[in-house]
């Protein structure tokens, strides 16, 4: 089992759409990461969390530490939010990222 | 502020050729990250500094893989000889301290090893 688990795997919505992604994980973490990577384009770093929310335009995450999960939700979607959204946790011992394998997200018009 | 730049953007070489990479992270940055990244998988980190010791490259197959950085600043990461399982993106990153910190990532270097 992976010590970091996202879903789903893909996900297709239509444009205005309210879209989720959960990880989960099983090991400790110092801190979590959401991570947006469009095709044959780097990494951006979403948001890095280590308790409760945080918000950026129509982006917001939430961590619950004692349930070792984690949501990414996009409001009113737009075909410019097609990416792989990938989840990463911070370990709390060698602090070490683990990487989630990724959410392939499509909006369509 | 500039981001963490990387060059090439896209190389291909034969097997058993020689390859290197460059990333000049942000200013200021003491923590640099080199990944790979095989197409359909996560980032695979291959070396880690801060400044301009190693902290971590434990993952970083060292018979054809190396890695410096110079002054603390600028790295390159040199493949020799290439095989054909390097395929893959390799990432550049950066942040200001070190783990738990955010990563910022360059746009990736391209690699194609036929």
């Known amino acids: 089992k992976n010590e970091v688990e996202q879903s789903p795997q893909n996900l297709t919505a239509q444009e205005g759409e309210f879209i989720t992604i959960n990880c989960s994980y099983s090991?400790?973490?110092?801190?979590l990461h959401w991570l947006q990577q469009h095709p044959g384009g780097g990494i951006v770093s979403l948001f890095m969390?280590?308790?409760?929310?945080k918000k950026h335009g129509r982006l917001i995450a939430t961590i619950n530490i004692q349930e070792k999960h984690s949501s990414l939700h996009i409001t009113a979607s737009h075909p410019r939010d097609s990416a792989v959204y990938i989840c990463?946790?911070?370990?709390?011992?060698?602090?070490?990222?683990?990487w989630g394998a990724g959410t392939k997200l499509i909006i369509k018009p | 502020e500039a981001g963490v730049a990387q060059s090439p953007r896209y190389k291909i070489i034969e097997k058993r050729q020689s390859v290197a990479f460059w990333c000049n992270p942000i200013?200021?940055?003491?923590?640099l990250y080199w990944y790979q990244q095989i197409l359909g998988q996560g980032p695979k980190l291959l070396i880690q500094?801060?400044?301009?010791?190693?902290?971590?490259d434990s993952q970083l197959p060292k018979d054809r893989f190396s890695a410096e950085r110079l002054k603390g600043v600028d790295s390159t990461l040199k493949i020799q000889p290439a095989k054909l399982e390097d395929s893959a993106v390799y990432l550049c990153?950066?942040?200001?301290?070190?783990?738990?910190?955010?990563?910022?990532f360059g746009p990736g270097t391209r690699l194609l090893v036929l």
């Open positions: 500094f801060q400044n301009n010791g190693v902290v971590d």
């Open positions: 200013s200021g940055h003491a923590t």
């Open positions: 990463a946790v911070s370990g709390d011992s060698n602090y070490q990222l683990i």
């Open positions: 969390l280590s308790s409760g929310k």
């Open positions: 090991v400790g973490i110092s801190a």
């Open positions: 990153a950066s942040s200001s301290r070190g783990w738990g910190e955010t990563q910022y």
